[in-house]
């Protein structure tokens, strides 16, 4: 008899009569067990996939939906009502519209389009080569707002024997006042190069970059949400170059890089994405030292801080909405009208840019290993170890002359390489001799605005030895931290839970390293750091402010601010007498 076709009754019933032996019993028992086991087994299994995917499922929709981009809501850079229009133009600019389309419009109601004009490959590459379909489409639009001028408002006649193209023109101007509002049209006529393709490259090459330079911001007490700002000025394009001479990603013009940065016959510092972004910082937060507002910090990064100081001066105002809309400075032209809009569409995009540019492929930075050089020595000598492009591709702020080995690296330059070009180095390297001690100079150079008095100073690190940097991580990280004062003097230092990372100070001509205590907020009063000395005390007069009286004694801003106690730079008047902090 087979178990298998056995039916409940059958086994019952010779139970009842003791036809069969208790072992048979048992063994289809065993048996139908089994069964039960092998389906329980795979119905688990299938349970653990499905719960599995499930999870996978979730956490995927969840990577996709987490956005690298987004903020918190701060009120610091919340859109103004007068302003939204100009902020819906240059979203559309932004999200909508290419390299290869030209938009014509009103360059003061940004809301007005008379059309789009589609670009040849060869107009979009050349400005000279799209200025003859751009001159006939705004020509076009010139005459048609000359003739609605001409209009007798009175005269519905008129009005009925209007082109369709002539009717939807003066149909925009509706709400708009004013009896030579179309003749006064005529001539603010305006053509604006689509940026879509362009800002979603942008998108991907950002996150090469952001986090460093969100780190720095946060070191620097500037709101991280001016980090975005490169998609405006640059495109986080490294090799961006404009015609008024500003290079980098931050845009730096050659005056104001000469401020904050080194710019000499061996680097340009300015095209450096790490230093050129603590340089941003500084001249934001200078900025709002003069102006007492981050949208007009933000609009002075374009125009200028002492235009914009003007700009209050004239209208009696701080409101960035008002300043946009009467001021008329002679250089206060379409950009700097329109850089605040332009920085506050930039962020409405990045809350929410993959319903404007879907699925974005994102760049992230490789490892680099950081060589001290203990000697002079050319590039020519390290390409042996590693290609020029990627020496290059890491060091971008090193002038044609230095990759062209007809200039030196200097003595303790720290430069950047790929990951296990040391130990091809090794041997090179241990024939450096470093160079005869000097004696550590206190005086920093007269255009480094921010002084690093209350850094401590710290032994340099072995010439010629390689430091190996994770993405994220500053140049400094991973140098040796030595201290060379006696022990006595380091133990009346106040103790601290955490320090922040060392950082290399710009002094000509060589790089010193510090490092800067982070005092710790859970200390008692006695263990919190101590004000800046004082040095000597200056009356202010008109016309000075926080930053220039820094610049004056070379010294930081917020030593300036800390000594005096000063929560509002902009509150600083004429006459008040302010101590200033010793240089160390």
Partial sequence: MNPEVISQEKLL?????????????????????????KWLKLILRCAAVILVLGLAGVSGASAASENRFSLPESPLFSCPAPLRPQVDFWIKIFTMYTTKQAVIHDNRYLNIIYSVVDLTEDQ???????????????????????????????????????????????????????????????????AQ??????????????????????????????????????????SFDVSAYSWAKAAGIWQFTDSTGRIFLRMNSIVDERIDPEKSTRAAARLLLDNYAQLG????????????????????????????????????????????????????????????????????EFMYPKEYEVLRT???????????????????????????????????????????????TKDSLKSQVKTETPPPQAKPSTQTRKTDIASKSDASKKKESQPGKAIHIKPGEPLTAGIPKTDTKPKADTA?????????PPKIEKKTPMATVTAKPTPDPKGDAKKSKPKPQIARHHKVITGQNLFSIAKMYNVSVKDLMKLNSIDDPSKVRPGRVLQIPAKS
């Fill in 13 to 37: 019933v010779p139970a009842l009569d003791g036809s069969l032996p208790p072992l048979f019993f048992f063994f289809v028992c065993w048996y139908h067990m089994g069964l039960m086991a």
């Fill in 124 to 190: 979009s590459n050349s400005k000279k080569a799209r200025i003859g379909v751009l001159s006939f489409e705004i020509s076009k639009y010139r005459e048609i707002l000359l003739k609605l001028d001409k209009l007798k408002p009175d005269d519905p006649d008129e009005i009925n024997n209007l082109s369709p193209e002539e009717s939807r023109v003066y149909e925009m101007f509706r709400g708009i006042e004013g009896a030579n509002k179309f003749s006064e049209a005529a001539e603010r006529l305006r």
């Fill in 193 to 234: 190069i689509g940026q879509k393709d362009r800002f979603q490259k942008a998108l991907s090459k950002s996150t090469l970059y952001l986090k460093e330079m969100e780190r720095i911001f946060r070191e620097e007490g500037v709101p991280v949400a001016l980090t975005r700002l490169p998609f405006v000025e640059s």
């Fill in 293 to 360: 507002s981050w949208p007009l910090a933000v609009t002075a990064y374009n125009h200028g801080a002492s235009g914009l100081s003007r700009a209050k001066k004239d209208l009696s105002t701080s409101d960035i909405s008002e300043i946009v809309e009467k001021y008329k400075g002679p250089s206060f032209g379409f950009a700097s009208r329109n850089y605040y809009t332009e920085f506050l569409a930039v962020l409405e995009i990045l809350e929410d840019y993959q319903s404007y540019f879907g699925d974005v």
């Fill in 374 to 420: 203990g000697r002079s020595m050319k590039v020519s000598a390290i390409a042996a170890a590693c290609s020029l492009e990627e020496i290059k591709r890491l060091n971008p702020e090193l002038k044609p002359s230095v990759m062209a080995s007809k200039t030196s690296l200097p003595c303790d330059y720290f430069l950047k390489l790929p990951p296990g």
């Fill in 492 to 500: 009346k230092k106040p103790e601290t839970s955490q320090s922040a």
